[in-house]
């Protein structure tokens, strides 16, 4: 195999070790993600005049809704496995037999076991609007799509490195490739060049960020409430359901899916992004007088 063709990525995991406590970059790239989104928040807050606690508010309520929806999603979505392999009998109801079974449902209190890694973005997007929902009742009393129209300019960044996260974890890849930029996967024991799927999925997210802040800030976009978050969603997810074609399923019982979880995961939410787009664009511009809410 020639070795111009492709590139051999065996990067360590682990940023550093104090005793016995690893930090990997992972958990760099969520932490830093995070940060640089709240930073975006403050910067796009202050511009509409907004009240100066909201960047807080909104800080608080989404980390918690990202971090538990992300945990929740990924146990829920992707830890179903083959009873057998889990020392299990399959679960036979109404007639019906059930072969594969998730330890997180057996074992609840796994779930708090986040340092052993297992996150989902689709999870990661419910517990956000979620969280979102209940900031809007509590506090902003905006609408929802006010608030993502704004959050999605930040969460593009945060996308962006948790998906250089999962490339330097050597994880969530596409099958083989013969393109000169495949990659060799050598700690996850590739012997032949694949595509980094984790690279196109940080490319589309950092569009979707130049694309929605160029809509808020050059455009009447932020006065039509859900148009920005939209065709975020839009561009996110349409570019997420056709790479799924071209990546390896993440477990084993997708196989017997005619679409993979990702998919059917990411329509729901393309729909959503068409009715917002519809929505928006029919309505009339709705300035927003803070000083009534």
């Not at 760099?28 to 009240?51: E, H, N, T």
């Not at 490195?161 to 060799?184: A, D, H, K, V």
Request: charged residues 15%; positive net charge.
């Amino acid at each position: 195999m020639n070795s111009l063709l492709y590139i051999t990525w065996n990067v360590d995991p682990v940023a550093f070790s104090i005793g016995s406590l690893s930090v990997r970059w992972y958990g760099i790239c969520w932490a830093v993600g995070i940060y640089l989104c709240w930073l975006m928040q403050a910067k796009l807050y202050k511009i509409d005049g907004a009240p100066k606690e909201w960047p807080d508010k909104i800080f608080t309520y989404m980390v918690i809704g990202v971090i538990v929806g992300a945990r929740l999603g990924h146990c829920w979505f992707y830890e179903w496995h083959e009873a057998s392999l889990l020392g299990l009998e399959p679960v036979r109801f109404l007639g019906l037999t059930f072969n594969y079974r998730n330890p997180y449902i057996e074992h609840p209190t796994m779930l708090l076991k986040i340092w052993e890694g297992g996150l989902s973005s689709h999870g990661g997007a419910i517990g956000l609007i979620v969280a979102a929902i209940i900031l809007n009742k509590k506090h902003f009393h905006t609408g929802i799509a006010w608030i993502f129209d704004r959050l999605v300019i930040g969460v593009a960044i945060t996308a962006t490195l948790i998906r250089l996260g999962n490339l330097l974890n050597s994880e969530i890849y596409g099958g083989p490739t013969t393109m000169p930029w495949g990659f060799i996967f050598v700690r996850d024991g590739q012997t032949v060049p694949c595509h980094p799927t984790q690279i196109y999925e940080m490319l589309y997210c950092i569009i979707a960020g130049i694309v929605s802040y160029t809509m808020y800030m050059r455009t009447n976009a932020k006065q039509r409430p859900g148009l920005i978050f939209g065709v975020w969603l839009l561009i996110v997810f349409v570019t997420r359901f056709g790479l799924e074609f071209i990546k390896f399923n993440q477990e084993a019982f997708e196989a017997n899916f005619f679409l993979n979880m990702g998919q059917v995961l990411s329509l729901p939410l393309i729909i959503w992004a068409i009715w917002l787009i519809w929505h928006a664009i029919k309505t009339d511009p709705v300035p927003l007088d803070y000083a009534k809410r």
